[in-house]
């Protein structure tokens, strides 16, 4: 079978600040284990697809990094070279597998910075889409059965079943508000996790369709990365093609599925104390519960407090609270670069 994996591991490393930067995103941290990310996800993939059918998009900065990491023939990794989304980054994906591949092979697309929790769950399910999208000739994503009511992600309502075990999409929801995220749940949607399955014909095709924001650039540029990237416009897979199209099905699936967006979300995939505390490091606590606190080269004494996320690292120290550190993206563009690189 012509199936390929596309792992998306870009980033600009401010979800993880200080930890993360820059040359460092997330997924080259071993945040969930003692392995970076990107590792892991190579090695839950491995199943699916060989080393010459693996393509991971990233920074150009991060190309070497990410070579090394991931052992793949060089002509694997592709430098974007702008942040231009995601419809652009699968557009230029599909279109490599189609010149290698043929129009027929399927493209299996995840990210690189994801926990998961059962891995064998996690390639059924990314396999049932994959059939899917071959038998139906259809745009594949997976739905996470929700675990909480998370105002953080976007949602999917499923419709009627299909011959193959996957749903028809009904619609699409953007990230709701606390009490709308808790009545999508109650009402069975799903959160729309980022993994998609299609053959490459489809998709492009349905690009074409669909996306004047990629379809041009992709045909004026079809064998330049560089005026690829120039000429298209920034957008979501999700905008720019599957909100539009009526060829989209989800197969729900559940596999202990994280996205670990920042740092409050480690107490969802670590070990905790008795506390309800996840710490790394030379970290004390009295009277401190539901904290997360890293420690690099320095020592962490709590008193007092909860809920609080705490980073010491090279001489910086963050001081935030779990709620804030959803999007720590604005206070990092706002640092003097020597305090928002810490060597």
């Known amino acids: 079978m012509k199936r390929w994996v596309v792992i998306l591991a870009g980033g600009v490393g401010s979800r993880f600040w200080p930890l993360s930067t820059p040359e460092r995103p997330k997924q080259l941290l071993p945040l969930i284990t003692d392995?970076?990310?990107?590792?892991?996800?190579l090695k839950r993939l491995k199943a699916l697809a060989a080393p010459?059918?693996?393509?991971?998009?990233?920074?150009?900065?991060?190309?070497?990094?990410t070579l090394k990491l991931s052992k793949l023939p060089k002509a694997n990794v592709i430098a974007e070279p702008k942040p231009a989304g995601t419809a652009a980054a699968l557009a230029w994906a599909a279109n490599v597998i189609r010149q290698r591949d043929g129009d027929d092979a399927t493209m299996i697309s995840v990210h690189a910075d994801w926990s998961i929790g059962n891995p064998i769950g996690f390639r059924q399910a990314l396999t049932m889409a994959a059939i899917a999208a071959e038998k139906e000739a259809a745009l594949v994503t997976v739905g996470i059965v929700p675990t909480r009511p998370d105002p953080g992600f976007?949602?999917?309502?499923p419709g009627t079943h299909v011959s193959s075990g996957a749903r028809k999409?009904?619609?699409?929801?953007?990230?709701?508000?606390?009490d709308k995220a808790v009545e999508l749940r109650v009402s069975g949607y799903l959160w729309n996790s980022g993994i998609f399955a299609w053959r490459v014909g489809v998709f492009l095709e349905q690009l074409k369709m669909h996306s004047p924001e990629v379809a041009p650039a992709l045909a004026k540029f079809g064998r330049s990365l560089t005026?690829?990237?120039?000429?298209v416009k920034p957008i979501a897979v999700?905008?720019?093609?599957?909100?539009?199209?009526?060829?989209?099905?989800?197969?729900?699936?559940?596999?202990?599925?994280?996205?670990?967006?920042n740092w409050g979300a480690?107490?969802?995939?670590?070990?905790?104390?008795?506390?309800?505390?996840?710490s790394h490091g030379d970290v004390y606590a009295l009277e401190a519960p539901n904290?997360?606190?890293?420690?690099?080269?320095?020592s962490i004494v709590l008193y007092g407090v909860s809920d609080l996320v705490v980073v010491a690292r090279n001489g910086v120290t963050l001081v935030t609270t779990i709620e804030k550190s959803l999007d720590l993206k604005k206070i990092v563009e706002s640092l003097p670069p020597k305090l928002r690189n810490p060597k």
């Open 169 to 178: 999409v009904k619609r699409f929801v953007e990230k709701p508000t606390k």
């Open 266 to 278: 480690l107490k969802r995939v670590r070990p905790r104390d008795e506390k309800g505390n996840y």
């Open 291 to 298: 904290n997360v606190v890293h420690a690099e080269n320095a």
């Open 238 to 261: 999700d905008h720019a093609v599957l909100e539009r199209s009526k060829q989209v099905l989800v197969v729900p699936a559940e596999f202990g599925w994280d996205d670990v967006g």
């Open 35 to 41: 392995e970076p990310m990107l590792l892991e996800t």
């Open 154 to 157: 976007g949602y999917i309502e």
């Open 227 to 231: 005026g690829f990237f120039g000429a």
């Open 52 to 65: 010459k059918r693996t393509l991971i998009l990233t920074n150009a900065a991060l190309v070497p990094a």
